[in-house]
Nanobody, 126 residues
Framework: EVTLVESGGGSVNGGGSLRLSCVVSGYGWQSWCMAWFRQVPGKQREPVATINDDGLTTIADFVKGRFAVSQDVAKKTLYLQMNDLMTEDTAMYYC????????????????????WGQGTQVTVSS
């Protein structure tokens, strides 16, 4: 069984930093897409960053230059480093994963990811 467990969320002041982690276990894929999404109440889940098994990443324009996605394959862990946080970054952040042969995972919509974490809340205050 594939499971994803996020951690690292919390409350910070604007301009602060957080690093989210997502431990992915139970998979035997050779190729994958993994992603971070975020969602605020009343809005659709939006992609923040993606990474594939080769380490190719994509970052949403609204966080480019502030957020970075990475992975430690040996530890089966996905990371999202978030710097210079702003109040509009407040959301529930989810990691997602699925086997994939795509070079760039940015075009994969949320409903095509079969595996999700439970989410971790990030709250940024001014």
């Amino acid at each position: 069984e594939v499971t994803l467990v996020e951690s690292g969320g919390g409350s910070v002041n604007g301009g602060g930093s957080l690093r989210l982690s997502c431990v992915v276990s139970g998979y035997g894929w050779q190729s994958w897409c993994m992603a971070w999404f975020r969602q605020v109440p009343g809005k659709q889940r939006e992609p923040v960053a993606t990474i594939n098994d080769d380490g190719l990443t994509t970052i949403a324009d609204f966080v480019k230059g502030r957020f970075a996605v990475s992975q430690d394959v040996a530890k089966k862990t996905l990371y999202l480093q978030m710097n210079d946080l702003m109040t509009e970054d407040t959301a529930m952040y989810y990691c997602a994963a699925d086997p994939s042969l795509l070079t760039y995972c940015s075009g994969v919509p949320p409903d095509e990811y079969n595996y999700w974490g439970q989410g971790t809340q990030v709250t940024v205050s001014s």
